[in-house]
């Protein structure tokens, strides 16, 4: 009943077309490459040093100590303020949240071994804030430990899981394909069947002998092109440009035929239940969005609070982006098959009642 | 068999009858046009008959086939402009017509069909760079693809300005004289007249007249009339010498029905014994055009819709001063 050739020559028609769309075509290809060349660049690289005030009000030998101790250890940048400065006053006036102040006598009291305290200024709600109290905090447990002659027994050395060192980018690169998976034909057949229902190009297709069928199939099959393109060219700008570790086997493949099926479908879905295309885009924009940002495209759910992670779980996309994340970052394929058979059968449901609903003709 | 066979078809949408008991039939080679104004059923019937809407009652057979449960088998063998055509934005006319060759599975020469439509200058344009009139004429070249013996073509020329509209017909005239069955719905009196080879005047969800022009002007116009420019004085003077139905009608115009030939000079004495001033004389038949007037009970504008108006044309003649001659 279905006719290949049809669909063959439709996916061809429909491609051109599409390809001729300029707007489209950004927002299916280059789009999300730039996307991985803003994140990637914000999160990959090392922000360097962290710039610390200090205010130093001793006068020996030992706060010098302390500050060179604090400057070897890489983590912070010391800037010096003038100690007839008001310290509190002076970070704010520099828009500055971290900084560090030592008191007067401060050399005497260490050395004479009386307790001495050091202040740190910090802003609960900087990452970077966290890393000055630990840095300072190390520091003073040193001093405090030559000061009894004594030395380290505890050390660490810091390791990962694999022996693998993960980056930001390997996490981002199959939250984006994700990302790219979804937006792309999901708001493509939301646009499509509302604006063909709206121009009759349904009824007057409905006059020919294509079957909607095989309609469906051609635009299914062409945003499967489009998603392994867009794919291709994602993995090579995260590899050449910032270096990331990603295993490619041929356990991607179902997701990337299983992705676009299952929002081509939905989109296609959402434009039939919708009567005009203002409608149509209003409700794909509510199911996309909190896709777009709740599934672990961004960054990974684990960050989330524990509510929002289990509303993650009803989001069809997010079993897409894990079973990535498990193929090309952990190699686990038995995950991966988890969440294969979730997708499988998340399509396998929106595209029968796509399929159902959605009508050439009227009554 | 005949190509297209209607009987007492009805279908309406809630409480609005939009078809209701409408019946006729059209011969093969024959162009039919349903002529009428916006909302009198027109492309409800002919969607019924392409296989696009369900019918609520009666009987349809288009080239023996049940439109609505063969829609599938009927439309490779029929060809059809739906009302304001539009096809993929970005698609060329000329890759228009291979995309449909290509699902109807024929093998076309696009470059001839462009010819055909008067499109050659504009194979290779966008469908969203072409104008109204070239947009229409991708239809049309859409619609006989698939070489069908019948063609439906819902307001080819709506929407179009006259130049356009008449290439258009040249068109048309040119699918008719390949052989093809056409059947047409227009608001336009011009084009039915123009195009078909019979009418049917649709009003209201019922075929209101049917025939050929000539046949339909036969049957519901008022015969033959005689026209003289005067004054209302005259009129009442041939009125009261004569017992010939006299109309007086806006701007000075007096129409007089003329039965029989004798009729006229009877009416022509009158006027020269009444030594009144008259101009300009000339005998006329109702045209379509006021027909379709009487008919639907209104002019048709540009846009399909009906304007109610001329009613001063049916003001009573014979009232006022009898005691004059």
New interface residues.
Partial sequence: MVNV??II??VK?FG???L??RIGLFFGLIFPVILILIFGAVFSGSSGPIKVYIQNQDTGQISTLFMNALENTGTVKLSQVNASENFSHYLSDHSASDGIVIPPNFSLNYVAGNPVGITVYTNPAQSSSAIVSGTVNGVINAFNLQHYGGSPIIGMSQTTVNEKVYKYIDFLIPGLIGFSVLVSPMFSLVEISSEYKK???F??L?????TKMEWLASKVIWYIILTVASFLLMVAVGIAAFGAHISLSLWLVPFLILGPMLFASMGMLVGTVAKTPETASVIGNVVTFPMMFLAGTFFPISIMPVYLQSFAHVLPLFYIIDGLNAVMVYSNFVGALIDLVVVGLMTLVVFVTAAKLFKW??? | MLPVEVTLLKKSYGALKAVDGVSFSVESGEVFALLGPNGAGKTTTIEILEGLRKKDEGTVSVLGLDPWKNGYELHKKIGVIPQEFTFFEKATPKEAVEYYAMLFGVSVDSNKIMKEVILEDSANVLFEDLSGGQKQKVGLALSFVNSPELLFLDEPTTGLDPSARRTIWEVIKLLKSMGKTIILTTHYLDEAEHLADRVAIMNKGHIVAMGTPDEIIAEHGSGERLEIHGSKKLSDYITAKTKLKVNFESKGLISISIGKKHDAFVALEAIEKSGLEWGELHTRHDSLDDIFVKLVRGKIDAHGEISAKNNAANAPTNRGDKTHG
């Fill in positions: 050739r049809r020559n439709d028609f051109r077309g599409y001729r769309n121009r009759k190009l009824k007057q409905s006059l020919t002998p294509i003709r009227e009554d």
